[in-house]
């Protein structure tokens, strides 16, 4: 290992979707590492390979060539049954579409991460994460009866619910106006800075981008220019300088 | 739209395919019925036919009034002589004479011959007149004296050629007889399984104890004389007790009783055939809900392009009928399978049909096709109706829900307004006095289908509570369930796949309790889809359970009647159980010298009152073994029938006046009239009488009677039941092997058998519905995966692993089950026992264990319904799954 902080190590990953003439390589040889307690956002536009390259390393999609561990587990030879339990125990998500159980109450699918791996949360840890995210009153209603904003208030603790090694978002905000956007990202950028949460985000918001310690800058499958903590207008212009619209 | 229609449906095969199930089952049985009774009945008609392809005229007794056809009577004979008078006739060109009767053959083995509860055909032949001689000589050459033709089938099946000697039992003893050739019935192969022996016409009239009688002269005319002055001119020289037909009206008169039959076993066929689409139509309906819920923003932007409603109406209704139509076709051509297995279930219940190759009327393809298709297209007109009020707006938002109708808040109540009216038409059907058999079945049928529609529409109230009892059985049933078939199906596959280094997840009986928590959530959160799912095995089991409670309301109390009616060790009876005995039987028995009491009831017919009914015969000894529950008389009464005494049964008494003392007339077979004194009145008891309506002495029965028969022997022997005594009782009958000896625990056994049988048909023509409705649940799971895919790729991704999906969708299949078998069982019972209130000869008995059974097969259709469903579902991949539309 080389960083003693960083959790995620990705090296010369390569995604190649189909076979012959129609294949198209989604990442070309891409090395990444992420830091441990930082919030790392993946820019880049659609079709750059942002999402793949999380997917990755996530786990939930397997690399054509290349190695990723996370904590130090190489997770590309790993079957299914382990790859999954992998992901119980470091790994949490944050959708665009929030996906929640429709038929759960908000508390039920904070809490399911546990519930599936057949765990119980830490009472104390529960009750100040639902006072963070602003939920305390809103345990029993079901997705159906909350807000967009608060939907993926209840996604946020339940990917965090279960204090993975690592948190993945992927568009946060894609579906929320852009009030309810600053507050989702003030969220996440605390639960960073609170829990020390390691968090990538993947994004194509400038502004949420702007909230993260690091910023990788994808196009066509690679990696072409790395920041640290950077102001929106920075951003803007090196996605404009880099020709990434 | 209707290209859209059809394109939409290939693009949907599978959902279209599942959904058909159900419809392409129920028409397969409908049409499965018609091949099935148009072939025997064909068979039968070349049965017919065959008899007297070359007759004109045939002369036969006349008993003094119609019999029904239960083995016990047969028409008295006449005397041989009108054979030679018929032959003098300028009139008649040929004419021969027969006799028949009941003859068992003995296997190698000692054993009568008998194949089910088919007959043991016996008759005379007459190589010099081939003309009336329905038999093809296959092998060997005509019987002679003494000797005997037996059919090809028997030969073949016990091992008997032509030469050998065989066992032959009328009226008599046994008499070893060779067999001089081997013969079939015309182009028959098989005329359902009786036996044929033929004889020489001496021979046959001195087993048949009818010498110097015939049954039967079959006529031809000489040339250009007609039959109506053939007819007229044989009329003339015909004695009392005969009578003459022509050889069409014979062939129908033969036929009535078969096709009286086939036209009952054709509609009881059909009514299953009705059950089982009547389930599929809730299948189809409820596949069809499902799938425009989820095409609503397919909808939605065929509104916003300007499609009218009547339009979308238009597109789903032709779906459903392109849909029918298809599955109404696959199932004409499964009914051919089906006929053939049902064949194949009557042959294994003893109940041999027969079959001369299957026949496929047009009135069958027209029938099928026309209720497949009506029964797809009304399934899908409420689907349809929903799939017009998806607006516009739809297209455009996420997750826009569609309007409920005008009606949505009357469901409930209307819900419950049909069970009533159901349950109100039973009862109607049930209590009003004076309806006709038909009005009381229809209305019976009617009520019950009312009743399913509207418990169906109401149960999704129920689903919620009855999630919360049947998510901890569900859970533990599985575990049980598992536990059993662990070493023998789970350890095994899991070995195999890991020989084949697939890697598997070592087999846990435990409950997985995440994933069922998951999957118990699940079943809850769509109450109507869950009930309508669950209604379909609802039908299923409440059908089932009625049947079983009715067969055990019948079993008890018939057992209670045999204990209440005789006290005696053993019984003798035919080998099939229920085949009268000669009187010879009984008298062999009563020869053992440690027998103490032997009794045996004669039946027969009689006609009194203008009626034709049972008549059965006692004789002294009937006091010491058989009690009857007196109204009026005593034990006493049994020995003071003498020649003109009678005891009568109290509703035969009550519908004609009859007391203590009054008199009536009785007329038997034979034409004689007596005047009979009643001398007694018993209450039969509730499980069916053994006794007819009129009961008189054995000594009058015989001196009226041509030929008594036994239904029962009932004997006391010193020591009681001892292997010992089995044994003297068998070797004393050895020369009758169509008797047998049996206790009388044995005795009741065997009398309820053929109900026993009878409840198994019905079970396995249930069981089709039971099959449509597991289609259902696969169908519904398959429709929830399909919806759920995005959900499913986000519990895949925060941990949930395939095995845990699959346990999941397995709960929820299970919980549906569980729900309908509960439902299904309790109605059954409800349906049961209003049954049973009405029927003297039901009492209503819960089987316990059966219906323990059915609630354990419901959760196998469960498990067994989530196998497939969830493996789709396990395969899915995650990633692809939280990407999906």
């Not at chain 1, 690592?166 to 003030?186: H, K, Q, W």
């Not at chain 2, 019950?448 to 009855?466: D, K, W």
């Not at chain 2, 008494?653 to 004689?672: C, N, R």
């Given at each position: 290992m080389e960083g003693t902080d960083s959790v995620v190590h990705a090296k010369g990953v390569v995604r190649v979707y189909?076979?012959?003439?129609?294949?198209?390589?989604?990442?070309?040889?891409?090395?990444?590492?992420?830091?441990?307690?930082?919030?790392?956002?993946v820019m880049g536009p659609s079709g750059s390979g942002k999402s793949t390259l999380m997917h990755i390393l996530a786990g939930l999609d397997r690399p054509t060539s290349g190695s990723v561990t996370i904590d130090g587990i190489e997770i590309t030879t790993l079957g299914d049954d382990a790859l999954t339990k992998l992901r119980r125990q470091h790994i949490g998500f944050i959708f665009q579409f929030f996906n929640l159980l429709p038929m759960l109450s908000a508390r039920d699918n904070i809490l399911l991460p546990l519930t599936i791996a057949g765990e119980k949360a830490d009472p104390e840890f529960f009750d100040t994460l639902v006072e963070r995210v602003g939920l305390a009153d809103r345990l029993a209603h079901r997705p159906a009866e909350l807000s967009g904003g608060q939907q993926q208030r209840v996604a946020i603790a339940r990917a965090l619910v279960s204090r993975p090694t690592v948190v993945f978002a992927d568009e946060p905000t894609g579906n929320l106006d852009s009030r309810t956007s600053g507050e989702i990202l003030d969220l996440m950028r605390s639960s960073v800075e609170t829990y020390g949460q390691t968090t990538v985000m993947v994004t194509h918001d400038a502004k949420a981008a702007a909230m993260a310690d690091r910023v990788l800058y994808l196009a066509d499958g690679e990696i072409v220019k790395e920041t640290g903590r950077s102001s929106q207008h920075e951003i803007l212009q090196i996605i404009d300088t880099l020709d990434l619209q | 739209m209707i290209r859209f229609a059809l394109q939409?449906?290939?693009?949907?095969?599978?959902?279209?395919?599942?959904?058909?199930?159900?419809?392409?089952?129920?028409?397969?049985?409908?049409?499965?019925?018609?091949?099935?009774?148009?072939?025997?009945?064909?068979?039968?008609?070349?049965?017919?036919?065959?008899?007297?392809?070359?007759?004109?005229?045939?002369?036969?007794?006349?008993?003094?009034?119609?019999?029904?056809?239960?083995?016990?009577?047969?028409?008295?004979?006449?005397?041989?002589?009108?054979?030679?008078?018929?032959?003098?006739?300028?009139?008649?060109?040929?004419a021969g004479g027969a006799v028949n009767g009941e003859a068992q053959l003995i296997g190698k083995d000692g054993k009568a011959i008998v194949f089910g509860g088919a007959p043991n055909l016996g008759f005379s032949v007459d190589p010099s007149l081939p003309q009336f001689n329905s038999l093809t000589l296959v092998k060997g050459g005509w019987p002679g004296a003494g000797e005997v033709v037996i059919d090809t089938k028997t030969a073949a099946e016990k091992g008997f050629q032509a030469g050998d000697t065989i066992g032959v039992q009328a009226r008599g003893a046994v008499r070893p007889m060779r067999v001089s050739g081997l013969v079939?019935?015309?182009?028959?192969?098989?005329?359902?399984?009786?036996?044929?022996?033929?004889?020489?016409?001496?021979?046959?009239?001195?087993?048949?104890?009818?010498?110097?009688?015939?049954?039967?002269?079959?006529?031809?005319?000489?040339?250009?004389?007609?039959?109506?002055?053939?007819?007229?001119?044989?009329?003339?020289?015909?004695?009392?007790?005969?009578?003459?037909?022509?050889?069409?009206?014979?062939?129908?008169?033969?036929?009535?009783?078969?096709?009286?039959?086939?036209?009952?076993?054709?509609?009881?066929?059909?009514?299953?055939?009705?059950?089982?689409?009547?389930?599929?139509?809730?299948?189809?309906?409820?596949?069809?809900?499902?799938?425009?819920?989820?095409?609503?923003?397919?909808?939605?932007?065929?509104?916003?392009?300007?499609?009218?409603?009547?339009?979308?109406?238009?597109?789903?209704?032709?779906?459903?009928?392109?849909t029918g139509i298809v599955s109404a076709v696959a199932g004409l051509f499964l009914g051919l399978a089906i006929a053939t297995g049902l064949f194949k279930l009557f042959d294994a219940i003893g109940f041999t049909l027969p079959n001369n190759g299957l026949v496929f009327r047009t009135r069958t393809v027209v029938v099928a096709l026309i209720v497949g298709v009506v029964v797809t297209v009304l399934a899908s007109l409420r689907p349809a109706m929903r799939a017009t009020r998806v607006p516009p707006i739809a297209a455009v938002r996420e997750g826009a829900a569609l309007p409920p109708g005008r009606f949505h808040k009357y469901r409930s109540a209307g819900?419950?307004?049909?069970?009533?009216?159901?349950?109100?038409?039973?009862?109607?059907?049930?209590?009003?006095?004076?309806?006709?058999?038909?009005?009381?079945?229809?209305?019976?049928?009617?009520?019950?289908?009312?009743?399913?529609?509207?418990?169906?529409?109401?149960?999704?109230?129920?689903?919620?509570?009855?999630?919360?009892?049947?998510?901890?059985?569900?859970?533990?049933?599985?575990?049980?369930?598992?536990?059993?078939?662990?070493p023998?199906?789970?350890?095994?596959?899991?070995?195999?796949?890991?020989?084949?280094?697939?890697?598997?997840?070592?087999?846990?009986?435990?409950?997985?309790?995440?994933?069922?928590?998951?999957?118990?959530?699940?079943?809850?959160?769509?109450?109507?889809?869950?009930?309508?799912?669950?209604?379909?095995?609802?039908?299923?089991?409440?059908?089932?359970?009625?049947?079983?409670?009715?067969?055990?309301?019948?079993?008890?109390?018939?057992?209670?009647?045999?204990?209440?009616?005789?006290?005696?060790?053993?019984?003798?009876?035919?080998?099939?159980?229920?085949?009268?005995?000669?009187?010879?039987?009984?008298?062999?028995?009563?020869?053992?010298?440690?027998?103490?009491?032997?009794?045996?009831?004669?039946?027969?017919?009689?006609?009194?009152?203008?009626?034709?009914?049972?008549?059965?015969?006692?004789?002294?000894?009937?006091?010491?073994?058989?009690?009857?529950?007196?109204?009026?008389?005593?034990?006493?009464?049994?020995?003071?029938?003498?020649?003109?005494?009678?005891?009568?049964?109290?509703?035969?008494?009550?519908e004609h006046s009859l007391v203590l003392g009054s008199t009536f007339q009785l007329q038997t077979v034979t034409g004689k009239l007596l005047q009979l004194t009643v001398r007694g009145i018993f209450k039969p008891p509730a499980g069916g009488s053994p006794f007819g309506n009129v009961t008189i002495s054995t000594g009058t029965f015989d001196s009226t009677t041509t030929q008594p028969q036994n239904i029962y022997s009932f004997l006391n022997i010193e020591g009681g039941v001892t292997p010992a005594n089995t044994a003297t009782l068998n070797a004393a009958l050895a020369s009758f092997p169509n008797a047998k000896a049996v206790t009388i625990e044995q005795f009741k056994d065997n009398q309820t058998d053929g109900i026993k049988?009878?409840?198994?048909?019905?079970?396995?023509?249930?069981?089709?519905?039971?099959?449509?409705?597991?289609?259902?649940?696969?169908?519904?799971?398959?429709?929830?995966?399909?919806?759920?895919?995005?959900?499913?790729?986000?519990?895949?991704?925060?941990?949930?692993?395939?095995?845990?999906?699959?346990?999941?969708?397995?709960?929820?299949?299970?919980?549906?089950?569980?729900?309908?078998a509960v439902i299904g069982i309790v109605l059954g019972l409800v349906l049961a026992s209003l049954l049973a209130a009405r029927l003297d000869e039901i009492s209503f008995t819960v089987p316990v264990g059966q219906l323990v059974a059915f609630a354990v097969v419901s959760v196998v259709v469960g498990i067994v319904a989530a196998i497939w469903p969830a493996r789709r579902a396990a395969k899915l991949d995650p990633l692809e799954a939280l990407q999906y539309e």
């Amino acid at each position: 290992m080389e960083g003693t902080d960083s959790v995620v190590h990705a090296k010369g990953v390569v995604r190649v979707y189909g076979e012959g003439d129609t294949a198209v390589r989604a990442l070309h040889g891409v090395d990444v590492e992420i830091e441990s307690g930082q919030l790392t956002a993946v820019m880049g536009p659609s079709g750059s390979g942002k999402s793949t390259l999380m997917h990755i390393l996530a786990g939930l999609d397997r690399p054509t060539s290349g190695s990723v561990t996370i904590d130090g587990i190489e997770i590309t030879t790993l079957g299914d049954d382990a790859l999954t339990k992998l992901r119980r125990q470091h790994i949490g998500f944050i959708f665009q579409f929030f996906n929640l159980l429709p038929m759960l109450s908000a508390r039920d699918n904070i809490l399911l991460p546990l519930t599936i791996a057949g765990e119980k949360a830490d009472p104390e840890f529960f009750d100040t994460l639902v006072e963070r995210v602003g939920l305390a009153d809103r345990l029993a209603h079901r997705p159906a009866e909350l807000s967009g904003g608060q939907q993926q208030r209840v996604a946020i603790a339940r990917a965090l619910v279960s204090r993975p090694t690592v948190v993945f978002a992927d568009e946060p905000t894609g579906n929320l106006d852009s009030r309810t956007s600053g507050e989702i990202l003030d969220l996440m950028r605390s639960s960073v800075e609170t829990y020390g949460q390691t968090t990538v985000m993947v994004t194509h918001d400038a502004k949420a981008a702007a909230m993260a310690d690091r910023v990788l800058y994808l196009a066509d499958g690679e990696i072409v220019k790395e920041t640290g903590r950077s102001s929106q207008h920075e951003i803007l212009q090196i996605i404009d300088t880099l020709d990434l619209q | 739209m209707i290209r859209f229609a059809l394109q939409g449906l290939l693009a949907r095969k599978l959902r279209t395919a599942l959904t058909a199930i159900g419809i392409v089952l129920g028409v397969s049985l409908i049409s499965g019925t018609y091949v099935l009774t148009d072939s025997i009945s064909s068979a039968f008609d070349s049965i017919f036919s065959q008899n007297y392809k070359n007759t004109d005229a045939a002369i036969t007794g006349k008993s003094a009034f119609d019999l029904s056809d239960d083995g016990t009577q047969q028409a008295p004979p006449f005397q041989a002589d009108l054979l030679q008078k018929v032959r003098d006739l300028p009139e008649v060109g040929a004419a021969g004479g027969a006799v028949n009767g009941e003859a068992q053959l003995i296997g190698k083995d000692g054993k009568a011959i008998v194949f089910g509860g088919a007959p043991n055909l016996g008759f005379s032949v007459d190589p010099s007149l081939p003309q009336f001689n329905s038999l093809t000589l296959v092998k060997g050459g005509w019987p002679g004296a003494g000797e005997v033709v037996i059919d090809t089938k028997t030969a073949a099946e016990k091992g008997f050629q032509a030469g050998d000697t065989i066992g032959v039992q009328a009226r008599g003893a046994v008499r070893p007889m060779r067999v001089s050739g081997l013969v079939s019935f015309g182009a028959v192969s098989s005329i359902g399984g009786a036996t044929l022996a033929g004889f020489d016409l001496g021979t046959a009239q001195r087993l048949f104890d009818k010498t110097g009688k015939l049954d039967q002269i079959l006529i031809s005319a000489k040339k250009g004389v007609d039959r109506p002055q053939l007819l007229a001119a044989v009329q003339k020289v015909l004695p009392p007790a005969t009578q003459v037909r022509s050889a069409e009206d014979q062939a129908a008169e033969d036929a009535a009783g078969t096709s009286e039959f086939l036209s009952f076993l054709q509609t009881f066929l059909l009514v299953f055939g009705g059950i089982a689409l009547f389930v599929g139509s809730f299948v189809i309906a409820n596949s069809l809900s499902i799938t425009i819920a989820q095409r609503t923003r397919e909808f939605a932007t065929l509104r916003t392009l300007g499609a009218a409603r009547k339009q979308i109406l238009g597109t789903v209704v032709l779906e459903a009928l392109v849909t029918g139509i298809v599955s109404a076709v696959a199932g004409l051509f499964l009914g051919l399978a089906i006929a053939t297995g049902l064949f194949k279930l009557f042959d294994a219940i003893g109940f041999t049909l027969p079959n001369n190759g299957l026949v496929f009327r047009t009135r069958t393809v027209v029938v099928a096709l026309i209720v497949g298709v009506v029964v797809t297209v009304l399934a899908s007109l409420r689907p349809a109706m929903r799939a017009t009020r998806v607006p516009p707006i739809a297209a455009v938002r996420e997750g826009a829900a569609l309007p409920p109708g005008r009606f949505h808040k009357y469901r409930s109540a209307g819900a419950v307004a049909v069970a009533v009216v159901g349950i109100g038409t039973i009862l109607a059907g049930l209590f009003v006095d004076g309806l006709a058999t038909r009005t009381l079945l229809i209305l019976l049928g009617l009520g019950v289908l009312l009743l399913f529609v509207g418990i169906a529409a109401f149960s999704a109230r129920l689903v919620r509570p009855m999630a919360a009892v049947s998510d901890p059985v569900a859970r533990w049933s599985v575990v049980v369930l598992t536990a059993i078939a662990w070493p023998f199906i789970l350890l095994p596959l899991w070995l195999i796949r890991r020989l084949f280094g697939r890697p598997a997840e070592f087999p846990g009986v435990l409950p997985d309790g995440p994933a069922v928590t998951l999957g118990g959530q699940n079943s809850r959160r769509d109450p109507r889809r869950t009930a309508s799912t669950a209604a379909a095995l609802m039908i299923g089991l409440a059908l089932v359970t009625l049947v079983a409670t009715l067969g055990a309301g019948i079993i008890k109390p018939f057992e209670d009647a045999v204990d209440k009616i005789s006290s005696s060790d053993y019984a003798l009876t035919a080998q099939n159980n229920f085949s009268p005995l000669p009187p010879t039987v009984a008298a062999a028995a009563a020869k053992i010298p440690s027998v103490t009491e032997l009794t045996s009831v004669r039946a027969g017919q009689a006609r009194a009152f203008d009626k034709t009914i049972s008549v059965t015969a006692i004789d002294e000894t009937a006091p010491k073994l058989l009690r009857f529950d007196w109204r009026s008389g005593s034990q006493a009464s049994l020995s003071e029938l003498a020649a003109n005494g009678a005891i009568v049964d109290s509703g035969y008494a009550d519908e004609h006046s009859l007391v203590l003392g009054s008199t009536f007339q009785l007329q038997t077979v034979t034409g004689k009239l007596l005047q009979l004194t009643v001398r007694g009145i018993f209450k039969p008891p509730a499980g069916g009488s053994p006794f007819g309506n009129v009961t008189i002495s054995t000594g009058t029965f015989d001196s009226t009677t041509t030929q008594p028969q036994n239904i029962y022997s009932f004997l006391n022997i010193e020591g009681g039941v001892t292997p010992a005594n089995t044994a003297t009782l068998n070797a004393a009958l050895a020369s009758f092997p169509n008797a047998k000896a049996v206790t009388i625990e044995q005795f009741k056994d065997n009398q309820t058998d053929g109900i026993k049988s009878l409840l198994n048909v019905l079970y396995v023509l249930l069981a089709l519905s039971v099959l449509v409705s597991l289609f259902g649940i696969v169908n519904t799971l398959v429709l929830t995966v399909f919806e759920r895919t995005r959900e499913l790729g986000m519990l895949r991704a925060i941990g949930l692993t395939r095995g845990q999906v699959k346990r999941m969708i397995r709960q929820e299949s299970v919980m549906t089950a569980l729900i309908g078998a509960v439902i299904g069982i309790v109605l059954g019972l409800v349906l049961a026992s209003l049954l049973a209130a009405r029927l003297d000869e039901i009492s209503f008995t819960v089987p316990v264990g059966q219906l323990v059974a059915f609630a354990v097969v419901s959760v196998v259709v469960g498990i067994v319904a989530a196998i497939w469903p969830a493996r789709r579902a396990a395969k899915l991949d995650p990633l692809e799954a939280l990407q999906y539309e």
